[in-house]
């Protein structure tokens, strides 16, 4: 299986962290993929030229924009889950809590199971 483009990853991908990381491994995801597509990096010698590690740069800074602040991230956490489950127009989620949870619904049993199949769970 060929790897996915960078404009196909989504934030997480990006920093390579998993859905349910916390707030100390984003950061550290952040510093790693900075320190790893900076200038003059060993690990990029010869495989990225300076327009693709500027790309890449600029990535891991908007990923970190978003999932390092808890608000964003929130709401970015639940435009992934519509856009990968497609009927979750009609789930109810709880917005005061620090993480996602779907509230009593009808569809909640099939939201589940999609989710656990989307992100192998």
Request: hydrophobic residues 30%; glycine residues 6%.
């Given at each position: ?58 990535n ?7 999932l390092?602040n ?44 999609q ?6 769970l």
């Amino acid at each position: 299986m060929a790897p996915k483009k960078t404009e196909d990853m989504n934030y997480y991908e990006i920093l390579n962290v998993g859905l349910s990381a916390s707030q100390q491994q984003i950061d550290k995801a952040y510093r790693i993929g900075k320190s790893s597509y900076s200038h003059g990096s060993m690990a990029l010698y010869g495989l990225a030229d300076e327009e693709e590690r500027r790309a890449m740069i600029e990535n891991i800074e908007e990923a970190y924009k978003i999932l390092g602040n808890t608000r964003k991230r929130k709401k970015y956490d639940i435009m992934i889950l519509k856009k990968k489950t497609g009927d979750c127009e009609n789930a109810y989620f709880r917005n005061s809590t620090e993480k996602l949870i779907i509230e009593d619904g009808e569809i909640k049993q099939s939201l589940w199971q999609q989710i656990k199949n989307i992100f192998h769970l």
